[in-house]
């Protein structure tokens, strides 16, 4: 069975040397999108099993789109694919339930492997970008530091907070209410003695907890 692709990326160029990319294995391309919002329709329509998602384009982010195409129920397994190493951007791909996070830099054998692997519904290796992060945002080792002390939950948060998560994305991640977040986020910034999730961002930054 041919593992039926969707491409979505604003520059022709890319979309063209990744219709190459996978000319002559078992990918079939069924479908290409220039905008954010075409992929969330194109994504509704043709149910792809897996999607090449960009993270830049001209309407609306990628991960805005991931978004959009999980509350209408698009099942299609999400690889990001993306020129940009930025450790929030992998937090809030894992968030929004993508499957791997690749570098447009990478080799042709990495990009083929990671669109077969999320076929396969496999993890991303726990060495990989996505995983590396994965990791860090479960972690729920409780946090000791002189005076200050946070629940494991809390640390767990706060990890993604420091990872610049926004309270919904925190809720996805973690399968909990927006409300209990903003009760653990309140708890956090008394604990630390901060007025803002910035200050608590910095504050887990140099303890180094994310």
């Known amino acids: 069975m041919a593992i039926r692709l969707m491409i979505a990326d604003d520059h022709e160029v890319i979309r063209w040397g990744l219709r190459q990319l996978?000319?002559?294995?078992?990918?079939q391309v069924v479908g290409e999108a220039a905008t954010g919002e075409q992929a969330v329709q194109l994504a509704v329509?043709?149910?792809p099993d897996v999607i090449l998602l960009d993270i830049r384009f001209p309407d609306l982010d990628g991960l805005e789109a991931l978004a959009k195409m999980r509350e209408r129920n698009v099942q299609s397994r999400v690889v990001i694919l993306s020129t940009f190493q930025n450790p929030t951007y992998v937090a809030r791909a894992?968030?929004?339930g993508a499957c791997d996070y690749v570098l447009k830099g990478c080799s042709r054998e990495e990009i083929l492997r990671a669109i077969e692997?999320?076929?396969?519904?496999?993890?991303?290796t726990p060495s990989s970008e996505m995983g590396m992060v994965a990791q860090a945002m479960q972690t729920r080792a409780p946090i000791e530091d002189d005076d200050i002390s946070l629940t494991q939950r809390e640390a767990q948060?706060?990890?993604?907070?420091?990872?610049?998560?926004?309270?919904?994305?925190?809720?996805?991640?973690l399968d909990i209410s927006v409300e209990t977040v903003k009760e653990h986020v309140q708890n956090i910034l008394r604990k630390l003695g901060v007025s803002d999730r910035t200050q608590a961002a910095v504050w887990a930054v140099r303890k180094r907890l994310a």
Request: zero cysteines; aromatic letters at 0%.
């Open 117 to 124: 692997g999320a076929a396969a519904h496999q993890q991303p």
């Open 94 to 96: 894992v968030a929004l």
């Open 157 to 173: 948060v706060l990890r993604h907070i420091a990872l610049g998560l926004s309270n919904k994305e925190i809720a996805l991640s």
């Open 22 to 27: 996978v000319a002559g294995t078992d990918i």
């Open 45 to 47: 329509e043709t149910q």
